[in-house]
C-alpha cells in the first residue's frame, strides 16, 4: 500500500512536471493547449491507481472475503496500465500544416 501511494504521488509530479515548460514554449496559444490537454490525460491514469489503492487497502486490511474483493483490483490494475499506454501514445498535431 505504500509503494501505491508513492506510484501515485509520482504520477501526479510526471503529468504536472511538463506543463509550465510546455506553457514557455514560443508556440500557438491553441498548440500549447493542445499538448496539455494531451499530457493532461494521464489525470485519468491517477484516479484510477487512486481506485487500485481503496480495493488493495480493502482486499487486504478492509474485509474477510479477499476473493470477492480482488476482482476489482484485478481490473484496476489491467485498466491502469491500458490507459497509461494509450495516454502516452497520443501524438499532437502541429496546427502549422
Not at 501511494?5 to 510526471?14: G, H
Not at 481506485?51 to 480482488?70: E, F, M, R, S
Amino acid at each position: 500500500m505504500g509503494l501505491a501511494s508513492v506510484n501515485i504521488l509520482v504520477e501526479i509530479i510526471v503529468t504536472m512536471l511538463p506543463v509550465p515548460i510546455i506553457w514557455r514554449l514560443k508556440l500557438d496559444r491553441r498548440d500549447r493547449l493542445g499538448v496539455i490537454l494531451l499530457l493532461s490525460i494521464g489525470v485519468i491514469v491517477i484516479g484510477i491507481s487512486a481506485a487500485k489503492l481503496y480495493y488493495t487497502w480493502l482486499t487486504l486490511i478492509g474485509t474477510y472475503d479477499q476473493t470477492w474483493w480482488t476482482s476489482p483490483l484485478w481490473i484496476c490494475i489491467k485498466v491502469e496500465l491500458d490507459v497509461g499506454i494509450v495516454s502516452s501514445s497520443f501524438v499532437p498535431r502541429p496546427s502549422c500544416c
